[in-house]
């Protein structure tokens, strides 16, 4: 495969750090950031059975929609590239049309994908089947891919991480934007465990969103689950001098890095929560490290 191969399951490393071994508790991360150099973590595995259902249904291309600095939309080019299909990105903006293009849109460009910058007001419309006709009417058939990957395919997809997961854990740790990973996590979780998804966005929205993806994968809802809501820091993208510190000094102790958008908040979180002793002693954790 043109751009690295895609590797069928991910390294499992143990971290051995003071805060979670003076309390007992065992911490591993899952190194799905090293799946593949342009389809990292969940964004391979959310995209994993979408490409599938694609390709049986002879679709040569696919359509989704992102906001300008979109990890999901440089993804869905990554592999349009690689497994040959055409790529249409929505992008939220339309000031960005006349903008140079950030470093996430120029990727994506330099992978194939054809813009389509639209207002705010517009994009706000993306799951109207009226808007989505005006697509296809556009730019003819296409495989759709909602924002955030997130459908029942992902969650498919995800499931499949548990079966990877040979050391003796209890939690699965997971960062959450729109649900679709920790829904397939839990949902693939052997009897006895649980998954903790911890919010990177403002609101409390995500369990119910967990739930909703649960159901249109499976027609119910599945594993023992639960959303931490106290660590998005004020919200998507926002950082606070503390996760600056926290993400810094986590990379200083383990040489694993954490951006601070997802997987930094989860694991600031996490530690917190350790510190606090909101875990048994004998507790084993997995942090999905997803990019």
Request: proline fraction near 3%; glycine fraction near 12%; charged fraction near 25%.
């Amino acid at each position: 495969m043109d751009g690295g191969e895609v590797v069928s399951a991910s390294p499992l490393v143990e971290v051995v750090d003071e805060r979670f071994a003076s309390r007992g508790v065992r911490l591993w991360v899952k190194r799905d950031d090293l799946i593949h150099p342009e389809l990292p973590g969940n964004k391979y595995r959310k995209l994993k059975y979408n490409l599938v259902e694609a390709a049986a249904g002879e679709y040569r291309t696919l359509l989704t929609f992102g906001g300008a600095y979109s990890n999901h939309l440089r993804a869905v080019a990554a592999a349009g590239a690689l497994f040959g299909f055409a790529t249409v990105g929505v992008v939220r903006g339309d000031e960005l049309a006349s903008r140079p293009l950030n470093e996430s849109l120029a990727f994506a460009r330099e992978r194939g994908m054809r813009f389509v910058f639209v207002d705010r007001a517009t994009y706000r419309r993306r799951a109207e089947a009226e808007f989505v006709d005006e697509l296809r009417r556009e730019h003819g058939r296409f495989f759709l891919i909602p924002e955030g990957g997130s459908n029942a395919n992902a969650v498919r997809g995800c499931a499949e991480l548990p079966a990877e997961l040979d050391v003796p854990y209890d939690v699965v740790a997971v960062a959450c934007g729109t649900g679709g990973t920790l829904a397939g996590i839990a949902a693939g979780l052997p009897e006895g465990r649980a998954a903790l998804g911890f919010a990177v966005l403002k609101g409390d929205f995500l369990g119910d969103e967990v739930a909703r993806l649960q159901r249109l994968a499976y027609g119910e809802v599945r594993g023992v689950w639960r959303v931490e809501n106290a660590y998005h820091c004020g919200g998507y993208a926002r950082v606070t001098a503390e996760l600056r510190e926290f993400t810094d000094d986590f990379e200083r102790r383990h040489g694993i890095s954490a951006d601070r958008i997802y997987v930094g908040k989860m694991l600031y979180g996490l530690t917190a929560m350790v510190e606090a002793g909101e875990f048994r002693r004998g507790t084993g954790i997995v942090a999905v490290k997803t990019g």
